[in-house]
């Protein structure tokens, strides 16, 4: 399959410390590309890259012409006061997609029965599935996803991992940073190293 985002000569700095130097790849749909490295190493630097949030020192980030982009970084972008089909229902609307459509987005990650709850009351946990259901919401063929595991309990990692693998099956593209090994079908690794 055709690359849906390539990456030439990448240089990417925080402040004045350079984290990546001269990283290229590319990756075409039906992947997964798995970024590894320990913290600090510039694993979220390369993913706000990646989607136009941080703009490279040198090197270059293309995209596919039919590629789209739903991503999900640390903060999940969730209103505390608002309920999670409040907060889809928007999502849903901006992206074209049917308003039944949270519904069962909430139910593949598990919190359906949460849907009318203050995202405030919710745990970690349940927040970090919510604002997952909101990228199933966006009909995107290349998911970027920032630690997306982090406070998920065993089972919601294994409805993360089955959602990943079903996209990418699917002939979806994603890359997702994770200190937790994924065990999905046609998973490649980008190992970052400090640079100084």
Do not use: Y
């Not at 989607?51 to 596919?64: D, I, K, N, Q, Y």
């Not at 599935?129 to 998920?152: C, H, K, M, S, Y």
């Amino acid at each position: 399959m055709p690359a849906v985002v390539t990456c030439c000569d990448l240089t990417l700095r925080r402040g004045r410390k350079r984290l990546i130097a001269n990283l290229s790849f590319d990756l075409a749909g039906g992947e997964l590309l798995h970024v590894r490295g320990p913290n600090g190493v510039g694993k979220s630097t390369l993913l706000s890259a990646l989607v136009g949030l941080a703009p490279p020192e040198h090197g270059t980030v293309t995209l596919a012409p039919q590629c789209r982009i739903a991503w999900l970084g640390h903060k999940i972008g969730l209103c505390s006061a608002e309920t999670p089909h409040e907060a889809l229902q928007l999502r849903a609307s901006l992206h074209g997609s049917a308003l039944d459509a949270v519904d069962d987005a909430l139910d593949k990650l598990g919190v359906a029965h949460l849907a009318h709850r203050p995202v405030g009351q919710l745990s970690a946990g349940q927040q970090r599935r919510v604002a997952l259901a909101g990228v199933l919401l966006q009909g995107a063929n290349l998911w970027v996803l920032d630690e997306p595991l982090n406070a998920l309990d065993i089972a919601g990692v294994a409805g993360v991992e089955a959602l990943l693998q079903a996209h990418v099956d699917a002939g979806g593209a994603a890359i997702v940073t994770s200190h937790q090994a994924l065990t999905l079908d046609k998973v490649r690794s980008l190992d970052l190293e400090r640079t100084q």
